[in-house]
């Protein structure tokens, strides 16, 4: 059900690959609620995506581009205001890959050009995209931007690797630039804490599967998916959270709030004895 939430407002996603990218959701759901979108992905992204056809859907425009570099995005930015015929209204940072992750390497054995990598493209590329639309005052006052994080930027999670620094990164680049863009020009700047998510991206997580069914298995009211992601994103470039900003917020079922839950301590249990020696 639409509500016209973001009627008239006009929107710049990142990140959005396929069906299963958490961005393709909010781009579509921003689309309902009555926005004008502008998709960008890189362009070898967008060589192995589909991102087009949702463009074709929601009567957008891809415009490539790698977020990681300057002059891509200033590029980006002209295009997509020259599209709007002014301001942005909100902006979705949804990009993290780490080629650690990638080529099997555990946090002790990581290649440090691919670690400057995995901070490059899934945290710095956000400060490049806030400080690239600082310079230009591409964003409306009272505009919203949010990225996408993971519970690992605050806790362990075995297999995450690499990518639990870079979240961390990302939800103090939030709270930094947010103090500077809210008193400066109004502008909300949050991040999203998702539950484990079944996105290409998140499938190169060792132990996805598991890892996926554990957080179900916590989390009281089950695993948030991409379009209850998408969902919220869209209450956060909304006008009704006018006043929320430099949060990280969960939307996870609960399990940022859990210890242990009964479901998943019975199949612990069952486990106990054959996997007692388990680190």
Known sequence: MAYNLLKGKKGLIFGALNEKSIAWQ?????YEEGAEVVLSNT???LRFGTVNELAERINSIVIPADATNIQDLENLIDKTMERFGGKIDFIL???GMSPNVRKGRTYDDLDYDFFHKTLDISAISFHKVLQTCWKKDAI????????????AAQRTLYGYNDMADA????????RSFGYIYGRERGVRINTVSQSPTETTAGGGV???DALLDFSNRMSPLGNASALDCAD?????????????????IYNDGGFS?????????AVYNRNLEECKDCK
């Open 93 to 95: 940072h949804s990009i």
């Open 26 to 30: 909010v781009a579509e759901r921003a």
């Open 206 to 208: 060792m132990g996805f």
């Open 140 to 151: 409306t006052h009272g505009g919203s931007v949010v990225a996408l994080s993971y519970i």
């Open 167 to 174: 979240k961390a990164l990302l939800e103090s680049i939030a």
């Open 257 to 265: 709030s859990m210890g242990m839950s009964n479901r998943a301590m």
């Open 232 to 248: 919220f994103c869209i209450t956060l470039f909304s006008d009704l959270t006018r006043k929320i900003t430099m949060q990280n």
């Open 43 to 45: 362009s070898v992204a």
